[in-house]
């Protein structure tokens, strides 16, 4: 069968978007695993002796992962940072990436845009693409990441023991306020909601904090879905159960200035965040710390993991008092895609 480029209306068609849009511009970067990368029926990845190969997707659909109308630049950079996050999680290090995008309609503008940003992503953390494919219908994107990390040295969800500090990088919280402001919850000005929403659009993915863990934390995990129920994975994977001193979780100025109910609204529920949340020994504490300054990246201390009970988390506010049972379960849910 003979695919042309161009469609009867003199649009491009599929394959030439790909080329234009993708294969093109996909970079081989050195000393990266691949062997062959976009433009075969498979791609080719060479790890390297004695590692491991991780593999994560995510799917974002318009309307349920992202607004309708939303910037394309900023949708290909967190439709990668997403993935990126994943193998983060793990410690491993980015190896290359597939992309499947459907599209209700070829708007050229918007796919140069939308491009441009997914490229600045993938050269940042030196991620090559590899392969995909593209069809008409919801405006909806796919990707499939590979990473590499040593033998028997990734992080998991399984791997918490009691007695380990809970930490957590930079800051969490903002995405969940920004979304709020979005959908008249509460009121921010102008000012705080530019600032709040990139962390909503514009997530940073932590993976070279992610590959510095390996030898320091037992498990991790990146916050999508709030980080109360996020951690809960680690803890039921792990069969521990855990102390969260509350009022200890980092947010922004901005969060910080809020009411302590909304505070802790975004802190413990919220997600889009994409920090990441890991447990550690504790005789591992000024090494985590001596990481963080070297890094340039906030890395707070919030709790400890105990031994498994019936409660699965045990919130504490301040004044070391544990919140009633009511409180605690609206706290504990985490965002689910079909509720």
């Known amino acids: 069968m003979v695919h042309e480029h161009t469609s009867p209306s003199g649009r491009p068609g599929e394959f030439d978007l790909i080329e234009r849009f993708f294969k093109q511009r996909a970079v081989k970067h050195p000393n990266s695993g691949i062997a062959l990368g976009i433009g075969d029926d498979c791609a080719l990845i060479n790890p390297s002796n004695h590692q491991q190969i991780a593999i994560s997707t995510d799917m974002l659909v318009e309307g349920r992962h992202f607004l309708v109308g939303a910037d394309p630049y900023l949708l290909g950079r967190k439709c990668l940072a997403v993935n990126l996050s994943d193998l983060a999680a793990m410690g491993a290090s980015p190896l290359g990436f597939t992309l499947a995008i459907a599209m209700p309609e070829v708007k050229v503008d918007w796919l140069e845009t939308f491009s441009n940003g997914l490229w600045d992503m993938a050269n940042e953390h030196n991620c090559q693409l590899i392969g995909g ?15 590499q990390v040593s033998q028997d040295k990734a992080l998991g969800r399984n791997k918490a023991q009691v007695g380990d500090d809970i930490w957590v990088s930079h800051e969490v919280g903002d995405a969940r306020l920004s979304l709020g402001a979005l959908r008249q919850e509460w009121a921010l000005s102008i000012e705080e909601f530019a600032k709040v929403s990139q962390r909503m659009h514009n997530p940073t993915p932590r993976t070279e904090l992610g590959q510095h863990l390996i030898g320091l934390a037992h498990a991790a995990i990146d916050i999508s879905d709030g980080l109360l129920g996020d951690l809960s994975h680690i803890l039921r994977q792990s069969s521990v159960s855990a102390d969260i001193l509350i009022d200890q979780v980092p947010g922004s100025k901005i969060l910080n200035s809020k009411s302590i109910e909304l505070q802790r609204l975004c802190k413990l529920t919220g997600g889009d965040d994409y920090e990441l949340c890991f447990t550690a020994a ?8 001596e990481l963080a300054s070297r890094l340039g990246l906030a890395l707070t201390k919030i709790g400890s993991i105990t031994e498994r009970t019936e409660k699965l988390i045990r919130l504490i506010d301040g004044n070391n008092q544990e919140l009633s049972s009511s409180l605690s379960e609206q706290y504990l849910k985490s965002f689910d895609h079909f509720k």
Do not use: C, R, V, Y
């Open 133 to 147: 494919d593209t069809t008409a219908g919801p405006l909806t994107i796919s990707i499939t990441i590979f990473g």
């Open 282 to 289: 504790k005789e591992k504490s000024s090494q985590i710390e």
